[in-house]
C-alpha cells in the first residue's frame, strides 16, 4: 500500500491546501495511505472504534463548537483519547482555532495539528484529489506509449526490436508520442491504467544511430501529450518460422498492469512487414471493440452459419489446406 509523511501536505504546490503546521512536529513522519478524509463526529463523545489510523481527521466549524461546549476536564479526555488511537493528523478548517490546553495535549502525545482557511467543503475536496494522486500504485515499464487514433497503445519487446523506429514513424503520420524507453505508470481506481514519460526524458525518444531527438521540437506540440489511458499493449517479438501466431483474432488475449488487464497483442517483426501499418489497423479494430463490434466473431459466426446450412442441404464444403 502506497502512503505519504504528513509532512508531504505541508510541501503541496498545486493543490493550494494552504496548510500550516500549528503543532506536533515529531509527528510528521505518521503516514497517510487512505485517500478519503475522516471527520471525528462520534469519536468527539468517546467512542473511537470506526477511526482510521492512515487517514486525515479534518475538524471543521461544527466539531470545534462541541469541543468548546465540553468541560475542560472531558475535553482533555476525549482529544487525549483520539491521540492515543494512533491517528496520522488533525487538520482545522475556516481558520477557526483551538483552545491553547488542547493544543498542548495534542503536542503531548506527538500528533501533528495543522490548519488551514479554506472551508471545509472546498479543502476536503482538494485533499482527496491530492491524496488520490499522490497515493495511486505505480510502477515503470520499459517501452513506448503512442496515442494511435485516441487509442493508448504501449509497445514492448526487447531492447532492439524496433519499439522506437516505430513509435517515430507513427508520429510521422501524424500520431502522437507520450513516452519512449521509460514509462511511468500509475493505476487511477478502480481499473484505469495511464502512463507517462519521467520528466527528464519527456518529449525524448532515442534512435539508434541517430541519437536522442526532441520529438516536440521536430514536429511541434501536437506531436506530443503528456499522458494518455493505456488501452492496448503490443508485443514486439521475432519472427520464428516453427512458431504459432495468432490467425483469427478470437481468442482475446490480455496483459496485466498493476492488477489491471489490458488487452494484448502479440506482433512478429521481420523485414517487409510494416508495423505502423498493422498497429494502425488493430487501433481501429480496438476503436470497434469498444463499440461493440468484433469482426472475429462476426467471421467465426458467418462461417459456422454457413457450415450448417451446407450440412443441411446435404452440400460439402471444399477443404482447407
Known amino acids: 500500500m ?11 504546490k498545486d493543490f493550494d491546501l494552504q496548510l500550516k503546521l500549528i ?10 495511505n487512505i485517500p478519503q478524509i475522516q471527520k471525528p463526529g462520534l469519536a468527539l463523545t468517546g467512542d473511537t472504534s ?4 492512515g487517514r486525515v481527521q479534518v475538524m471543521g466549524s461544527s466539531e470545534l463548537r462541541y469541543l468548546k461546549k465540553l468541560p475542560p476536564k472531558n ?3 476525549v482529544i487525549s483519547k483520539i491521540c492515543r488511537s494512533d491517528i496520522t493528523c488533525f487538520v482545522i478548517t475556516h481558520g477557526n482555532d ?4 488542547l493544543i498542548s495535549r495534542i503536542n503531548h502525545h ?8 479554506l472551508p471545509t467543503a472546498t479543502f476536503v475536496n482538494r485533499l482527496t484529489r491530492f491524496l488520490e494522486l499522490k497515493l495511486m500504485e505505480t510502477t515503470n515499464i520499459h517501452g513506448v506509449l503512442v496515442d494511435v487514433f485516441g487509442i493508448g497503445i504501449m509497445l514492448i519487446g526487447k531492447s532492439g526490436i524496433g519499439k522506437s523506429e516505430c513509435a517515430l514513424e507513427l508520429v510521422m503520420k501524424g500520431h502522437r508520442l507520450i513516452a519512449d524507453d521509460i514509462i511511468y505508470v500509475r493505476k487511477q481506481p478502480p481499473r484505469s491504467i495511464y502512463g507517462m514519460g519521467p520528466e527528464l526524458i519527456k518529449y525524448h525518444m532515442e534512435i539508434r544511430g541517430l541519437g536522442i531527438i526532441n520529438i516536440k521540437d521536430l514536429f511541434g506540440v501536437a506531436s506530443v501529450r503528456d499522458q494518455k489511458l493505456i488501452e492496448l499493449v503490443i508485443e ?3 519472427w520464428k518460422a516453427k512458431q504459432e501466431y495468432e490467425r483469427l483474432g478470437i481468442d482475446e488475449q490480455t496483459h496485466p498492469i498493476l492488477g489491471v488487464t489490458i488487452p494484448y497483442l502479440k506482433i512478429p517483426v521481420r523485414p517487409g512487414r510494416n508495423l505502423t501499418a498493422i498497429i494502425e489497423v488493430a487501433a481501429r479494430n480496438q ?4 463499440k461493440g463490434f468484433y469482426s472475429a466473431q462476426e467471421f467465426q459466426e458467418k462461417l459456422t452459419r454457413q457450415l450448417i446450412f451446407g450440412e443441411k442441404k446435404g452440400r460439402k464444403l471444399p477443404a482447407v489446406e
Open 110 to 117: 506527538h500528533t501533528p495539528l495543522l490548519k488551514t482557511e
Open 75 to 77: 475535553g482533555d479526555k
Open 23 to 32: 503543532t506536533g512536529k515529531k509527528g510528521l513522519s505518521r503516514k497517510v
Open 287 to 290: 476503436l470497434l471493440k469498444f
Open 98 to 101: 483551538l483552545s491553547p490546553y
Open 236 to 238: 514486439l517479438v521475432d
Open 2 to 12: 502506497n502512503s505519504i509523511p504528513v509532512s508531504a501536505l505541508l510541501e503541496d
Open 50 to 53: 470506526h477511526l482510521h489510523p
